[in-house]
T-cell receptor, first 111, second 112 residues
Framework: KQEVTQIPAALSVPEGENLVLNCSFT??????LQWFRQDPGKGLTSLLL?????REQTSGRLNASLDKSSGRSTLYIAASQPGDSATYLCAVGAGFQKLVFGTGTRLLVSP | SAVISQKPSRDICQRGTSLTIQCQVDSQVTMMFWYRQQPGQSLTLIAT?????????ESGFVIDKFPISRPNLTFSTLTVSNMSPEDSSIYLC?????????FGSGTQLSVL
């Protein structure tokens, strides 16, 4: 059974810092990996999707990497802003449109 | 991508009652998904809803407790039946485009 873990559970940084969020999964036979952002009491916003054959994806200040062999993904956020404050979830694709979610990292960026 | 409208956005309900959550997409989608997010936890898939057939439920979820309707390709409902405080969660509908999943804004349910 696929298990997805995210470290740290919570992170607080001053504005402007670069930061890395970590995601690990137990079964390397994944379909894809997706990073989401969740604002308090809200749904999820898709940030990046990495196919199993890819090693990274970039969107603006966000860069996500994937290392299937070690069961890891990282989400790098450059020059963090207070508006980046949210919970970040990684989700491993266990099949087409079938995701197993991690526990999330709650990020707070202070002005 | 299609836009999802989910309602209600939040509700406070009494024990033993039922609540129906609606999800409307502005384009036709084949599969829709319902997730639950218990306080402090990550998302757990409840069921997959295809138009014209019965929903497929994940282990630990049953139709009597979480009946789902999917009358057409743009609409689905999830009912939380005979509620107890343990049902207090955020419920989210979702749909896929290619390999990406998109989510509604969620329904925050509190059961007293």
């Amino acid at each position: 059974k696929q298990e997805v873990t995210q470290i740290p559970a919570a992170l607080s940084v001053p504005e402007g810092e670069n930061l890395v969020l970590n995601c690990s999964f137990t079964d390397s036979a994944i379909y894809n990996l997706q990073w989401f952002r969740q604002d308090p009491g809200k749904g999820l916003t898709s940030l990046l999707l990495i196919q199993s054959s890819q090693r990274e994806q970039t969107s603006g200040r966000l860069n996500a990497s994937l290392d299937k062999s070690s069961g890891r993904s990282t989400l790098y956020i450059a020059a963090s802003q207070p508006g980046d404050s949210a919970t970040y979830l990684c989700a491993v694709g266990a099949g087409f449109q079938k995701l197993v979610f991690g526990t999330g990292t709650r990020l707070l960026v202070s002005p | 991508s299609a836009v999802i409208s989910q309602k209600p956005s939040r509700d406070i309900c009494q024990r033993g009652t039922s609540l129906t959550i609606q999800c409307q997409v502005d384009s036709q989608v084949t599969m829709m998904f319902w997730y639950r997010q218990q306080p402090g936890q990550s998302l757990t898939l409840i069921a997959t809803a295809n138009q014209g057939s019965e929903a497929t439920y994940e282990s630990g979820f049953v139709i009597d407790k979480f009946p789902i309707s999917r009358p057409n390709l743009t609409f689905s409902t999830l009912t939380v039946s005979n509620m107890s405080p343990e049902d207090s969660s955020i419920y989210l509908c979702s749909w896929g485009q290619g390999e990406k999943l998109f989510f509604g804004s969620g329904t925050q349910l509190s059961v007293l």
